[in-house]
């Protein structure tokens, strides 16, 4: 098997999860072929994630509320939290804009501030009653569908658009295989939840031009964090469509 296929594999577990892999001093991990395998496999983490949190509500269904809860939770913990940080280093840099301030210095900054701590703190709530809904009535492909997809978000806003980062812009340059991924995965979903699966392509491919554009306009340039808020906010867009219009 391509070698480098599972080094794009390991990396994006330990990059985008708190699964510890551990690598060898002698793996140059900036190399285009691994970078491009990293983004390739960024929706199977998203699935493989969300699953672990079903499977471990499937032992503490019997909690009911409390169970869906920490499961809701345990989701979060197992990516470590690192989009929901870019929700607050993003919401203070457009604070900072709006003030005046050079958005791109503040976004670095190790601080938090007030404004971002209480927008992530809203995203936090909210999503964690949409996974407690979507946990008790047990869609659990509905769940990892919207795991996938949000990260196939991250793709699509990745490729289409430039950033004020070094790191991104070779993931975007690396990402080769953009359509072979987006096709697997659509398919994926397809099978996974029916016809659903085209509404929420859709409508997370919708957002997430429309929240680029927000972005870029009111910051002045857009890099990893937006990439991260972009992720959390087209979760919770989804997971509240399913809610209103699918809900058992």
């Known amino acids: 098997m391509n070698k480098d296929l599972i080094l794009g594999l390991k990396f994006a577990f330990s990059y985008f999860s708190i699964i510890p892999i551990k690598f060898d001093n002698s793996v140059d991990l900036s190399k285009k072929e691994i970078i491009n395998y990293l983004m390739f496999f960024l929706p199977l983490v998203g699935a493989i994630l969300s699953l672990g949190a079903c499977i471990v ?12 809860i920490i499961c809701a ?3 979060m913990m ?13 919401v203070d840099a457009l604070y900072a ?8 210095e503040v976004i670095k900054e190790p ?12 995203f936090v709530c909210i999503k964690v009653a949409a996974l407690t809904m979507l946990f008790l009535n047990q869609m659990y492909l509905e769940i990892i569908a919207i795991a996938i997809i949000s990260r196939v978000s991250v793709q699509f806003m990745t490729k289409t658009n430039e950033f004020k980062s070094s790191f991104v812009g070779l993931m975007k340059s690396s990402f080769t295989s ?17 016809f659903k699966a085209f509404t929420l392509f859709f409508i997370a491919l919708v957002f997430t ?23 959390e906010f087209v979760e919770i867009v989804l997971f509240i469509t399913v809610c209103l219009f699918w809900l058992n």
Do not use: Q, R
Request: hydrophobic fraction near 55%; proline fraction near 0%; aromatic fraction near 24%.
């Open 178 to 194: 953009f359509k072979t991924a987006f096709i697997l995965y659509f398919i994926v979903c397809l099978v996974l939840i029916g």
């Open 111 to 122: 601080t938090i501030g007030a404004m971002g701590f209480l927008y992530a703190l809203g």
């Open 78 to 90: 197992f990516y470590g939290f690192i989009h929901t940080e870019a929700i607050l280093d993003v």
């Open 73 to 75: 939770f345990l989701y």
């Open 209 to 231: 031009f429309l929240f680029s554009l927000f972005l870029e306009k009111n910051l002045g340039f857009l890099n990893g964090d937006t990439l991260g808020f972009n992720l």
């Open 57 to 68: 509500f499937y032992f503490l269904e019997d909690l009911s509320y409390l169970g869906a």
């Open 97 to 104: 804009k709006h003030s005046g301030k050079d958005a791109y």
